[in-house]
């Protein structure tokens, strides 16, 4: 008798990962998440390596879960894997309080957000970034195939 089981939402050449208690507020994380949509995996891990902000750590292990998810899960391949979708939400908000004078209270807020990635095999459709020798990434493994 149990629960029916849900459709995929994603099509079949996609994967995602969430993270969904992250302590930043969301519009920071957000600049972090813009750094990286639209980009190929390897683009995207590189920039996040190197970005001085300290969000882009959290960033990267939630694409780092993407792409295994993808690998491991859908059986895609990870050289062909393009960030298709990077959106941040609201969570939970801590409120503190911190005496104030004149025996008033002033409020802290403590923001918490969700991150999700979503990542994509490349297809035709989807606009193509080159890489070297200006071939896009399935010609690419295409010919490295064929050696």
Do not use: C, Y
């Amino acid at each position: 008798m149990g629960q029916k089981k849900n459709e995929r939402a994603l099509p079949a050449t996609a994967a995602k990962a969430i993270n969904s208690v992250v302590r930043a507020s969301p519009q920071k994380l957000n600049l972090v998440a813009q750094m990286i949509r639209g980009k190929r995996i390897e683009r995207a891990l590189a920039e996040l390596t190197f970005s001085p902000k300290r969000l882009s750590v959290e960033v990267k292990k939630v694409l780092e879960s993407a792409i295994s998810n993808a690998e491991t899960n859908h059986g895609l391949d990870p050289d062909l894997l393009i960030v298709a979708e990077a959106f941040v939400g609201k969570s939970l908000v801590m409120r503190r309080f911190q005496s104030r004078g004149r025996g008033r209270a002033g409020r802290i807020e403590k923001f918490f957000s969700n991150i999700t990635v979503v990542v994509r095999e490349e297809d035709d459709t989807w606009p193509v970034e080159k890489g070297r020798r200006g071939k896009s990434l399935k010609e690419q493994a295409a010919e490295a195939a064929k050696a």
